[in-house]
């Protein structure tokens, strides 16, 4: 019988059916050159014991890639290369890590994600992608989570502390202890200890009594209790109620004015492509003190200090304007008459009434305030000029008015007294902050914050599909809140950029830890001499 030579087939190599100017060649070539720059970051897969198989420098990439296609959970990055994705093959090198593999490097690597984060701003800012020079900055209230009916109040938390403490050692059966362990799994007891619950309820509500009964309900339970609240007192704030689900989630009001458990996101974004060069999370419930933060943060991100830093006037907090201004660092930021003006037309449309008696027309923004003559023209066109100085809570004012107002026919809609009288503060610092706002220079650069810093968080809740916060505590909500921070920056490297420059850049890289074991991200400065820019796309770069 006649047989014929069975065929040859050559298995192609992952990724080969992939368009090479895909995006999943930007993630791949950015996790490359981060771990050329820095190897001993990687170092812990060379620990003792039996090697890993699903190396860092492998699930790095593999999870950020996931974040980029809104693929965040360990199941669901699991239940992703199931379905033999081309993507993640590449990624993964046909490894296929389980769901525990990926949490335990989430787990155990959660410092080199902040890196990467870190590394990805230093990056753009050397290949020309992000300038540093214009800080856009803006904070935003996000749900945490949990919900808000599991809480308590600090004096309810320090009054079920006392109890448990008072009560824990009744272990005999007569004891109460004992009987509340009966009567919460066995339902024994209930005569004696149901109308000692019902009071007791009185005071902790029923979160206390969830509590409680946590504590016969599971293994370790009291131990468990006494550390939860332990931390509840860690986070307690005056007598606001505190999560039991997420003690570190604050009582913060949300956009809407609703209460709830949220945190704060704060993020600075850099004006030449709207990446974002810092962010945090903090529990302050408003952002009036988050200004010297957030440029302390930028100093270092950007190491810099002469930017332009622009937020709203929720950030308005004398002490921390005085001292921005007296630093390099110029801030751009409203002030209260200008926000009442932006937010009397954001108003228009809800047609709210005011309870004030001065007739809107005549608020203090509507007053023209003239820097170079310092005076303020009113609606009427009436000057009111500098009458004098007074104090009022220990703050020195300048006193403006007019005797105009003794014949003005709206006299009664404008005046609370005989006259107008408008006030200002004396810092000098404030005055020439106002002026920096005021001026054509200053109006021009505040013009671009919406699309800027409010844009951003636009982009995070639509197009990342983000509507909160999904891990409990601050250090897993900034954790989660880095992944959305590196997505959003790379998905701008890679609008911004061609593959091919990053590839360029990885083997300048490699090429040179031949000659030098030791570089850093300042070797791309020593490599390259300027990048080819076509319609805002570096497509090519000369070598030095």
Request: aromatic share 12%.
């Amino acid at each position: 019988m006649n047989t014929t030579c069975q065929s040859y087939y050559t298995l192609k190599n992952p990724g080969d059916n992939i368009d090479k100017t895909h995006e999943l060649f930007t993630v791949y070539y950015l996790s490359e050159i981060f771990k050329e720059l820095n190897p001993t970051l990687f170092e812990k897969n060379k620990g003792p014991g039996r090697p890993r198989i699903y190396t860092a420098d492998i699930m790095l990439p593999f999870v950020q890639w996931g974040y980029l296609n809104k693929i965040i959970s360990c199941r669901d990055l699991e239940n992703w290369w199931t379905r033999n994705d081309d993507t993640c093959n590449f990624i993964l090198d046909c490894k296929k890590p389980g769901k525990s593999s990926i949490n335990e490097f989430l787990n155990d690597y959660d410092y080199l994600i902040d890196e990467f984060d870190i590394f990805i701003v230093d990056f753009s800012l050397k290949i020309g992608l992000m300038n540093g020079n214009i800080i856009y900055h803006d904070g935003t209230v996000l749900k945490g989570y949990c919900n808000n009916f599991k809480k308590l109040y600090a004096d309810q938390l320090y009054y079920l502390r006392d109890f448990i403490l008072k009560y824990r050692h009744e272990t005999d059966e007569e004891g109460l202890w004992f009987k509340m362990g009966k009567y919460f799994n066995n339902n024994e007891f209930k005569d004696e200890i149901e109308p000692i619950l019902k009071k007791l309820k009185e005071k902790i509500y029923a979160g206390g009594i969830y509590l409680l009964k946590s504590i016969f309900k599971q293994k370790n339970g009291l131990k468990k209790v006494l550390l939860k609240i332990k931390h509840m007192e860690e986070n307690v704030k005056g007598n606001q109620p505190i999560s039991i689900v997420d003690p570190e989630a604050h009582s913060i009001l949300d956009k809407n004015g609703e209460w709830g458990f949220n945190y704060n996101f704060q993020a600075g974004v850099d004006d030449k492509y709207g990446m974002i060069a810092v962010h945090y999370i903090t529990q302050s419930p408003n952002d009036q003190k988050e200004s010297l933060i957030a440029i302390n943060e930028l100093n270092k991100r950007l190491g810099k200090e002469d930017y332009v830093f622009v937020p709203d006037h929720g950030y308005w907090h004398i002490k921390s304007l005085e001292e921005i201004y007296n630093s390099h660092t110029t801030i751009v930021i409203p002030d209260r008459a200008a926000a009442s003006s932006k937010k009397e037309k954001s108003n228009k449309k809800q047609k709210k009434k005011s309870n004030l008696k001065i007739d809107e027309k005549f608020r203090k923004h509507k007053f023209f305030k003239d820097w170079q003559k310092d005076i303020y023209i009113c609606p009427n066109g009436a000057v009111l000029r500098k009458m004098n100085n007074n104090k009022q809570n220990g703050i020195e004012y300048k006193v403006y008015g007019t005797n105009d107002c003794f014949t003005c026919p709206d006299q009664k809609k404008c005046a609370t007294e005989s006259k107008r009288k408008i006030k200002d503060r004396c810092e000098s610092e404030i005055n020439e902050i106002k002026k920096i706002y005021y001026s054509e220079w200053g109006q021009k650069i505040y013009s671009g914050r919406g699309s800027n810093a409010e844009g951003n968080f636009g982009t995070l809740f639509e197009s990342r599909n983000f509507r909160g916060i999904k891990t409990r505590g601050t250090k897993r909500a900034n954790d989660e809140l880095t992944q959305y921070t590196i997505t959003h920056n790379i998905k701008k490297i890679h609008k911004h950029t061609t593959v091919n420059v990053l590839k360029t850049i990885l083997n300048l890289i490699k090429q040179e830890k031949t000659k030098c074991k030791n570089v850093d991200i300042n070797i791309i400065d020593k490599l390259i001499k300027d990048f080819v820019i076509e319609n805002e796309i570096i497509v090519d770069l000369k070598i030095k």
